[in-house]
């Protein structure tokens, strides 16, 4: 088994990559689907947290960069490929950083999931965000990883998140349906649960299952 390796980072915090990885990785794996593992790159370890009650249905394997040091871009390499070969997907939730250390996690990916909400500061790192991605693809001669946009935490009564598909359509990579601001996906983090488990006929959830069915396709 190779399992495909979906990256999910922004270099702006609180856009959503947590809530969208350990959703996306909780729907891909759900109903026996596929073998998932969520892996936590970022120190924070909010995935870690969401998963310490045991109720997310996907284990989580704690990798973050700053443990694995200089040196530590081939032994997390190493832990990943190795998760890769028991897998049918490992979906990795980066932290907010730009650097080395994620480079190199997109150059080893087959997708980058970059969730973004409708402010001006977050389209700024999400540009620097894609910059980082076109590095990695220039490291590769497959034109990999693909790339998804997902307007995240979207409130349609505001201005900006009416416009977000149109804004960043202006990137030049693919868009996936938006995320919507919801309360379900707060408190879902608190009971420790994916939002397929805790609200399972709530907006929140079939707005995740219509992503996971986009990540699912990834070659
Ligand atoms: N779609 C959503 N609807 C409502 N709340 C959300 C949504 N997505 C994320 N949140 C909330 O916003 C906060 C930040 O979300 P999350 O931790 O997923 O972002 P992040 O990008 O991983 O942040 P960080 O950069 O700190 O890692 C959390 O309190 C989370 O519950
Ligand atoms: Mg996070």
Not at 31 to 60: C, E, I, M, N, P
Not at 138 to 161: I, N, Q
Not at 162 to 170: P, Q, R, T
Request: net charge neutral; glycine share 10%.
């Amino acid at each position: 088994m190779s399992g495909k390796i979906v990256a999910v980072g922004n270099l702006k915090g609180g856009t959503g990559k947590s809530t969208v990885a350990v959703n996306v990785a909780c729907a891909l794996a759900s109903g026996g689907r596929a073998k998932v593992v969520l892996v936590d790159a970022d120190g924070q370890g909010t995935a870690t947290d969401w998963g310490a009650k045991g109720r997310l249905g996907v284990s989580v394997r704690s990798h973050p960069f700053e443990e694995a040091g200089g040196a530590g871009s081939a032994a997390w390499n190493a832990a990943v490929d190795e998760l890769k070969a028991g897998h049918d997907f490992v979906v990795v939730d980066l932290p907010p950083q730009l650097g080395d250390a994620t480079l190199n996690a997109l150059v080893g990916a087959n997708l980058f999931v970059v969730p973004v909400t409708a402010s001006g500061a977050d389209l700024k790192a999400t540009a620097k965000a894609i910059d980082l991605l076109r590095r990695a693809r220039a490291l590769r001669d497959d034109r990999r990883p693909a790339c998804l946009l997902v307007p995240s935490r979207v409130d349609r009564r505001t201005a900006a998140g009416k416009e977000i598909e149109a804004v960043l359509h202006d990137f030049g990579e693919p868009v996936a349906p938006a995320i919507g601001q919801r309360t379900v996906h707060v408190d879902a983090f608190t009971a420790g649960e994916w939002v397929g488990a805790y609200a399972p006929r709530s907006v929140a959830h079939d707005e995740i299952e219509v992503l996971a069915a986009i990540v699912r396709r990834v070659k």
